[in-house]
């Protein structure tokens, strides 16, 4: 079993719709929990980092932690076409310097 | 974008030959990372360099080696590739200057095929 679990999708929404992007960990170690765009054929760019429980919003944006349940999310508010791309959560322990990356989901916004 | 630069960016081998991939960043970050991307596998990482000379072993670090002689050169080696190396690779940075969370910025990535 993966430490972090991630569904590969593909996920195909609307324009306008609230998208919701989920992953699974199994570490209880694990304290900082980020999210990762990439579009096609680049690198990966953070999004959103959380450290320990919560919630964290930055404009459309909404990182939610549940370390209880092992569990964090990622919604999009009024997602545009121009979010379509790949999203990967990844987590670490203190220091943060080693990640663990989800599969990656990959997201397109249908105009 | 971080100045984070990959060296081949593309490049197609056959099996058994040694390949040699290059990071190279301009922002004086000590900590570097490699990493390969793979469908269904996410980004796992292959080792990593806490600073000149240091470096330590990921999650997938067999069949490859690095090296870091200078701050701003990482350097991935494939000893003797196979077809299972067959990978996008990418290079990250981060400053590594506390203890606790420090953000790690990607390269565009090097896109290796194994005959």
């Known amino acids: 079993q993966k430490e972090v679990e991630q569904d590969p999708g593909p996920l195909s929404v609307p324009e306008g719709a609230i998208v919701s992007l989920n992953c699974t960990y199994s570490?209880?170690?694990?304290?900082?929990f980020m999210w990762y765009r990439q579009y096609s054929r680049k690198g990966p760019e953070l999004l959103m980092y959380t450290y320990s429980s919560g919630n964290k919003e930055d404009g459309r944006f909404t990182a939610q932690v549940d370390k209880s349940s092992k569990y964090i999310s990622l919604f999009i508010r009024d997602s545009q076409p121009s979010d379509s791309a790949t999203y990967l959560c990844?987590?670490?322990?203190?220091?943060?310097?080693?990640?663990?990356f989800g599969q990656g989901t990959r997201l397109t916004i249908n105009p | 974008d971080a100045g984070i630069t990959q060296s081949p960016r593309h490049k197609v081998t056959e099996t058994g030959t040694p390949v040699t991939l290059r990071c190279h960043q301009t922002?004086?970050?000590?900590?570097m990372y490699w990493y390969r991307q793979d469908p269904g596998h996410g980004l796992r990482l292959i080792h990593y360099?806490?600073?000149?000379?240091?470096?330590d072993k990921g999650e997938v670090s067999d069949g490859y080696s690095v090296s870091r002689s200078k701050t701003e050169d990482f350097l991935l080696t494939l000893e003797s590739a196979t077809s299972s190396q067959t990978s996008v690779y990418f290079c990250?940075?981060?400053?590594?200057?506390?203890?606790?969370?420090?953000?790690?910025?990607f390269g565009p990535g090097t896109r290796l095929t194994v005959l």
């Open positions: 360099s806490y600073g000149v000379k240091d470096t």
């Open positions: 570490n209880s170690a694990f304290q900082y």
């Open positions: 922002e004086n970050h000590r900590y």
């Open positions: 990844a987590m670490s322990g203190q220091g943060a310097q080693k990640l663990v």
């Open positions: 990250a940075i981060s400053e590594g200057l506390t203890p606790s969370y420090n953000e790690q910025f």
